[in-house]
């Protein structure tokens, strides 16, 4: 089966740094999207990683370990913006073929 | 370049009524996906289309549920009849199916059948 597991709602300071957790279980990897949903919006496409390792991109990195089923998102210089929904989803099909599997999302609220 | 958009943004209906929803997804993108999200729960698959054909329908929920894309442009998912169980946001999806290639999401269609 598929399961991807993420904490339910974070909170964090302004100006801080906060790291989203997402281990998953499934039948197939092609690679590992996290996605930002600020509410009533469309889920936009914020990372990849298909190779264990970081990427890096502005405020953003995004780190995969392949052989542990574990991923995270983390998020420096927090601003009241970041505020949203940030989802982990595992591509299970071929390249070029996005169909994915969705965490249940991570509530993160930054406070000033 | 326009993004994906998704009509209408929100639809009250009843119990036995019929929904139209439309997607129009990114100008060249081959690939269209709708996903369901209903409240408490994850995104969830519902069937992807290449052009227009259907690619794979394996998270369709039942057959009062029809997906369409004549045309290989945009795309229809029509509920007949509805059900409570159907009530959720309804999320439309392309990707251009070039190299990894991610999901460009619409804003959704929030679905409530009373």
């Known amino acids: 089966g598929q399961n991807i597991d993420q904490p339910t709602e974070m909170t964090a300071t302004e100006g801080a740094i906060v790291q989203i957790n997402c281990t998953y279980q499934?039948?197939?990897?092609?690679?590992l999207f996290w996605y930002q949903q600020h509410a009533g919006e469309a889920p936009t496409f914020l990372s990849y990683?298909?190779?264990?390792g970081l990427e890096e991109k502005g405020r953003f990195s995004s780190f995969l370990s392949r052989s542990k089923g574990y991923s995270y998102l983390l998020l420096k210089e927090l601003q009241m913006k970041d505020s949203a929904s940030y989802l982990c989803?595992?591509?299970?099909?071929?390249?070029?073929?996005?169909?994915?599997?969705f965490g249940k999302g991570t509530m993160l609220l930054v406070s000033p | 370049e326009a993004g994906v958009t998704q009509f209408p943004s929100h639809s009250v209906i009843e119990k036995g009524q019929t929904v139209t929803l439309r997607c129009d997804p990114i100008?060249?993108?081959?690939?269209l996906y709708w996903y369901r999200r209903v409240m408490g729960k994850e995104i969830k698959f519902l069937l992807h289309?290449?052009?227009?054909?259907?690619?794979?329908e394996s998270g369709m929920p039942n057959n009062r549920f029809l997906a369409e894309r004549t045309g290989g442009t945009y795309s229809t998912l029509k509920v007949q009849p509805a059900e409570l169980e159907d009530s959720g946001v309804y999320f439309c999806?392309?990707?251009?199916?070039?190299?990894?290639?991610?999901?460009?999401f619409g804003n959704g269609t929030r679905l409530t059948v009373t």
């Open positions: 999806a392309s990707s251009s199916g070039q190299g990894f290639s991610p999901l460009h």
């Open positions: 499934t039948s197939g990897f092609n690679g």
């Open positions: 990683n298909v190779l264990d």
């Open positions: 989803a595992v591509r299970d099909g071929g390249v070029g073929y996005s169909t994915l599997t």
């Open positions: 100008s060249g993108h081959d690939n």
């Open positions: 289309f290449v052009k227009e054909s259907k690619q794979d």
